[in-house]
T-cell receptor, first 111, second 112 residues
């Protein structure tokens, strides 16, 4: 089955700096890679996603890149703000019954 | 729009007791999922349902059962709770034709 690894597990950045979270996956059949943000006491919420036929996708301050050959994808947050502080999860999906999630990255943005 | 509603928000349960976590959605999504979230382990799939009347086992199904009598409701039952089932449980649904998951706010369960 699929195995998704996520690094780092914790990340602290100064407000205004950039944050990068990286994930690797093992199953070449995976073709959809979402990123979820989970605030304290809440459920995860989709913030950006990318499909395997695209190399990069941007939405304002967040972007995701995908390297299918190396089987890794990354989340980039620029100009970080305190409200970006949360736990971020990557996931991989092959349109089957199961999404495979990374173990999460706790991001703290220091004002 | 409410989206996914889970109940209860939190519960303390004695080991050996049974418990049903409720999940209701108002988006008419066919696919629904139950995950448990444990520190350092991320989200692990317990059971899923692709459509009303069908269910399937996920990665960690032992000790749990689900039913899907209609599109909107997807309850998760612990027949005889054990302390290792202490966790935060999330129900989710998937928008048809996409991989986008919508999560509820979670149910925190403590088994003593």
């Amino acid at each position: 089955g699929e195995n998704v690894e996520q690094h780092p597990s914790t990340l602290s950045v100064q407000e205004g700096d950039s944050a990068v979270i990286k994930c690797t996956y093992s199953d070449s059949a995976s073709n959809y890679f979402p990123w979820y943000k989970q605030e304290l006491g809440k459920g995860p919420q989709l913030i950006i996603d990318i499909r395997s036929n695209v190399g990069e996708k941007k939405d304002q301050r967040i972007a995701v890149t995908l390297n299918k050959t190396a089987k890794h994808f990354s989340l980039h947050i620029t100009e970080t703000q305190p409200e970006d502080s949360a736990v971020y999860f990557c996931a991989a999906w092959n349109t089957g019954n199961q999404f495979y999630f990374g173990t999460g990255t706790s991001l703290t943005v220091i004002p | 729009t409410a989206g996914i509603t889970q109940a209860p928000t939190s519960q303390i349960l004695a080991a050996g007791r049974s418990m049903t976590l409720r999940c209701t959605q108002d988006m008419r999504h066919n696919a629904m999922y139950w995950y448990r979230q444990d520190l350092g382990l991320g989200l692990r799939l317990i059971h899923y349902s692709n459509t009303a009347g069908t269910t399937g086992k996920g990665e960690v199904p032992d000790g749990y059962s689900v039913s899907r009598a209609n599109t909107d409701d997807f309850p998760l039952t612990l027949a005889s709770a054990v302390p290792s089932q202490t966790s935060v449980y999330f129900c989710a649904s998937r928008r048809a034709g996409t991989g986008e998951l919508f999560f509820g706010e979670g149910s925190r369960l403590t088994v003593l």
